[in-house]
Nanobody
Framework: VQLQACGGGMVQTGGSLRLTCAASGRTFSRYYMGWFRQAPGKEREFVGSIRWSTGSTYYADSVQGRFTISRDNAKNTGYLQMNILKPEDTAVYYC????????????WGQGTQVTVSS
């Protein structure tokens, strides 16, 4: 599985961004697509994921209600819609494919930088 993430940028507090993750290679239906982020000096953390086969979504408490994950089966593409962004959301964001909701991610895309200015 190959993953390509894009859509990062700089936005002011309260703004929105949408990240896109295009998947190719194996049939994606058996996987979860997860979103993770890593801020400078911090460990990578789980943001949310979507079970590709059913569309069920899962979120970290820190983004619940602000971020929305979706997917387009026909395009084999996942999305992370980020609203009401805060400076603490600043990080490099990664998409990944894995076997579980928050862990066992074996395939990773390159990161895309999201910067939220105060």
């Amino acid at each position: 599985v190959q993953l390509q993430a894009c859509g990062g940028g700089m936005v002011q507090t309260g703004g929105s961004l949408r990240l896109t993750c295009a998947a190719s290679g194996r049939t994606f239906s058996r996987y979860y697509m997860g979103w993770f982020r890593q801020a400078p000096g911090k460990e990578r953390e789980f943001v949310g994921s979507i079970r590709w086969s059913t569309g069920s979504t899962y979120y970290a408490d820190s983004v619940q209600g602000r971020f929305t994950i979706s997917r387009d089966n026909a395009k084999n593409t996942g999305y992370l819609q980020m609203n009401i962004l805060k400076p603490e959301d600043t990080a490099v964001y990664y998409c990944a494919a894995g076997a579980r909701i928050t862990s066992a991610y074996d395939y990773w895309g390159q990161g895309t930088q999201v910067t939220v200015s105060s």
